[in-house]
């Protein structure tokens, strides 16, 4: 079983910047792939970036050159730095953790952080 505790969202002005984190703990293997999600209300959840232990980040097209995700593997934790907030990147935030061992995979998600941005 995997636990992901995240921290960081909050209230801030358009323009603005946030950092979220995101802790893992308990049985993580050494691949795997975190990441962030958001869902605002009424909304489906959608990818806002995701960082594999090895290979490439990938980002939404929305948030491409305003929002930056890294990891420290080290302690099993990844980090959204998000600037140059626009309104409509109000939702909760949601960290992800999947990982996979042959014939199974195990897909994690936090509780969510809310993010809210004033005009």
């Not at 209230?11 to 792939?33: D, H, K, M, P, Y």
């Not at 970036?49 to 593997?73: C, E, L």
Request: hydrophobic letters at 30%.
């Amino acid at each position: 079983q995997v636990q992901l505790v995240e921290s960081g969202g909050g209230l801030v002005q358009a323009g603005g910047s946030l950092r979220l984190s995101c802790a893992a703990s308990g049985n993580i293997f050494s691949l795997n792939s975190m990441g962030w999600y958001r869902q605002a209300p009424g909304e489906q959840r959608t990818l806002v970036a995701v960082i594999p232990s090895v290979g490439t980040t990938n980002y939404a097209d929305s948030v491409k050159g305003r929002f930056t995700i890294s990891r420290d593997n080290a302690k099993n934790t990844v980090y959204l730095q998000m600037n140059s907030l626009k309104p409509e990147d109000t939702a909760v935030y949601y960290c992800n953790l999947y990982q996979r061992r042959w014939p199974h995979q195990y897909d994690y998600w936090g509780q969510g952080t809310q993010v809210t941005v004033s005009s």
